[in-house]
């Protein structure tokens, strides 16, 4: 009980309630949708370039919307969320409708479920992270990436039992029920005055920004590079795999988010990338081991654990200090979806590439990766660790006090 009450505590509940249900309910729609989307497009008995035209609008849509709504959702957040979460459910819904005889009506539904996934994506984490002090939010991502995890899970059981059409339904009811959430637990929240925006220009001359964003852009460009070698790889067994990694997302995101809080954002990413290069060594020299799958399945789900919990949703809200932060989001989000297209590309030639050499290289980047942050700046302010770590001596001194105090009696 006692552990519960410091959790309650820390979490602050009743003042961050919507913005965890908010940032949860919509990484869980945009990851599940996503593969729902692929399912359909893979499905409609098109051309392959035609497949790759509709992903390739897809993410242009995301891209091209998240830009547009930095720009105009800060005027009126609270509101402009609440209609996303409505839009999200309309154009999740709409995807049932994507027929297979007609591209042009395909290219109208697929840009409006993109759209709909990117225009509102900065504003949400923008507005957990103005909501959320800087000394507990790497914490409450972890909570929140924790609950992706295993919603994200329960959704995949879904599918076992559900239909394609029903799945979807399902993801519209839990999108809607979101936004009905957030919109109660807002009733009496103001709209917060509008912050200073920095310029994308002004962004990019940061060498902090730049420090985290070249490992981080590598990362993500390796990991859809990677995707399709990976799956051929595990076969049949890759979907077993992919539940043991969410599962220990799950349950790794809020002790990484925990950590970020007490050692810093720098530790916690650097051991993210340090496991991802191991696991990635351990697969191009043991490819046969059915041990060394479930090792990569571990580390993997301890580095996503980590990172999810830190660099999606904590650093470029830390890197944002007291500015308006739509657009760091956009810089480190699109960072993240972008090179999702490479995973469509690809695919295709997945027969042709050598997995020793795809896993040795991953490796090396990912070692690579290591070096600017080895350089960046801490993202945690040095006086929040220095409080916490006063706090501790004196709990600690306290317990020795009381300690010495019965032995005197």
């Known amino acids: 009980m006692g552990l519960v009450k410091k959790i309650r505590a820390k979490i602050a509940w009743g003042a961050v309630a ?30 392959e370039i035609e497949k790759t035209i509709l992903f390739l609008i897809f993410f242009m849509a995301v891209g091209v ?19 996303w979460f409505l839009t999200g459910a309309i154009a999740t819904y709409l995807l049932t409708f994507v027929p297979n005889n007609s591209m042009i009506v395909a290219f109208v539904l697929i840009s409006f479920y993109g759209a709909s996934v990117g225009i509102g994506l900065p504003s949400c ?37 559900l239909t394609q059409w029903a799945t979807i339904v399902a993801i519209v009811i839990w999108r809607f029920s979101g936004g009905i959430a957030f919109i109660l637990l807002n009733r009496k929240k103001e709209e917060s005055t509008i912050r200073e925006s920095p310029s994308y220009f002004e962004i990019f001359r940061k060498r902090e920004v ?12 390796l990991n859809y590079a990677e995707a399709p070698v990976v799956e051929s790889f595990f076969g049949p067994d890759f979907v077993f795999f992919q539940i043991i990694v969410w599962s220990i997302v799950g349950f790794v995101a809020t002790i990484g988010g925990f950590i970020a809080d007490i050692k810093g954002r720098k530790a916690v990413v650097i051991a993210g990338f340090l496991m991802l290069g191991i696991e990635y060594a351990a697969v191009s020299i043991l490819q046969n081991s059915e041990a060394t ?47 999702g297209f490479l995973s469509e590309l690809i695919a295709y030639y997945v027969g042709v590439i050598s997995t020793t050499l795809a896993f040795s290289l991953a490796s090396f980047f990912l070692f690579l990766a290591v070096l600017p942050l080895v350089y960046a700046p801490e993202t945690l302010p040095e006086i929040k660790i220095r409080e916490r770590h006063i706090k501790t001596y004196l709990k600690k001194a306290q317990i020795v006090k009381e300690k010495h105090t019965l032995t005197n009696k």
């Open 210 to 221: 730049l420090l985290y964003l070249f490992p981080w852009a590598l990362f993500c460009l």
């Open 125 to 161: 984490l923008s507005y957990f992270a103005e909501s959320v002090n800087v000394e507990k939010r790497g914490f409450i991502s972890g909570i929140i990436w924790s609950g992706v995890g295993f919603f994200i899970l329960f959704f995949a059981f879904l599918t076992t039992i």
């Open 65 to 83: 919307s998240a830009v547009f709504g930095a720009k105009f959702f800060p005027r009126a957040r609270i509101r402009s969320l609440q209609a």
């Open 293 to 339: 799958m479930y090792f990569f399945s571990v580390l993997d789900g301890i580095s996503w654990g980590l990172l999810s919990s830190v660099f999606l949703t904590t650093i470029w809200g830390d890197l944002g200090e007291n500015h308006e932060k739509e657009k760091y989001y956009v810089v480190g989000g699109l960072t993240f979806f972008l090179p």
């Open 18 to 47: 919507p913005e965890v249900i908010m940032v949860t309910n919509s990484f869980v729609w945009i990851i599940f949708t996503f593969s729902i989307l692929g399912a359909i497009i893979n499905n409609m008995g098109i051309h």
